[in-house]
C-alpha cells in the first residue's frame, strides 16, 4: 500500500481484485493486513515481495533471498513473503486477494523457480496477468539438463512464463547454489 493510500482505498482495491464481496470476517482480515503492512513494509523506499516454494527442500534458497536483501540493503529496503502478513490462522483474507494486494505496493517482485509444484503456476498466472507485475518481476530459475527440465516445469511455465520473462531480460538462470548466491547478489545490486 503506497503511504497515501486511505482505508477506503484499500477496501476499494480489494473489491476490485475480489470475486464477489467481502465476508465481515475478510473485513477484519483487512483491517489487520493493513497494521501488518504498516510493522513491516510502508516505510521501506524498496519493497521486496519474495515468492517460491515453501517445500521443506526449497524454502531455504527463499528465506536466503529475503534474508540477503533484509541484511544488505539497509533501511531503505524490506524484503517479506506472502506469510508475513496475517500469519494468525484465525484471521481470513482470500489467498489470491491477499497476493495482490502485496504485489500492487511492492516495488519489486522475486519469484525463485525450480519446479512446478506448490501455488507456483497460480502465482505465476497472476504475475503475467497484469503488465504492471511483469514490469516489477524477476524470476529466478533453477535450470536442469533437457531431458529433466521438463519432469521439473509444465509446458505453461516454459513456453509462457519463462518465456515472457526471458524476452524482457528477467528471467535469471541458476543450477548450483553457488551459481543461485551469486545471481541473488547482482539481482539485488541492480535492482537498487
Known amino acids: 500500500m ?12 480489494a473489491q476490485r481484485h475480489h470475486y464477489r464481496s467481502l465476508t ?3 473485513y477484519e482480515g483487512l483491517t489487520h493486513f493493513r497494521a501488518d503492512w504498516a510493522d513491516i ?3 521501506a523506499n524498496n519493497r521486496f515481495f519474495i515468492l517460491g516454494s515453501f517445500a521443506e527442500d526449497d524454502v531455504d534458497r527463499v528465506n536466503e533471498l529475503k534474508a540477503h536483501i533484509n541484511r544488505e540493503t539497509g533501511d531503505g529496503a524490506v524484503a517479506y ?3 508475513d502478513f496475517l ?12 497476493f495482490k494486494l502485496i504485489a500492487d505496493d511492492s516495488h519489486h517482485i522475486l519469484g525463485v523457480c525450480e519446479h512446478d509444484q506448490g501455488g507456483a503456476l497460480i502465482e505465476h498466472g497472476l504475475l503475467i496477468e ?3 507485475y511483469i514490469d516489477k518481476t524477476h524470476i529466478l530459475k533453477r535450470s536442469y539438463p533437457p531431458e529433466r527440465e521438463k519432469e521439473r516445469y509444465s509446458w505453461m511455465q ?9 524476452y524482457y531480460d528477467q528471467l535469471h538462470e541458476w543450477e548450483t547454489v553457488s551459481e543461485y548466491e551469486h545471481q541473488i547478489e547482482d539481482l539485488v545490486e541492480q535492482l537498487l
Not at 2 to 13: K, M, T, V
Not at 87 to 98: G, M, S
Open 2 to 13: 503506497s503511504d497515501s493510500s486511505s482505508e477506503s482505498d484499500l477496501e476499494a482495491r
Open 24 to 26: 465481515p470476517e475478510e
Open 41 to 43: 513494509a510502508a516505510e
Open 81 to 83: 513473503r506472502m506469510d
Open 87 to 98: 500469519p494468525e490462522i484465525d484471521l481470513t483474507l482470500h489467498p489470491i486477494l491477499k
Open 130 to 132: 497484469s503488465r504492471s
Open 158 to 166: 516454459t513456453f509462457g512464463v519463462f518465456e515472457i520473462f526471458e
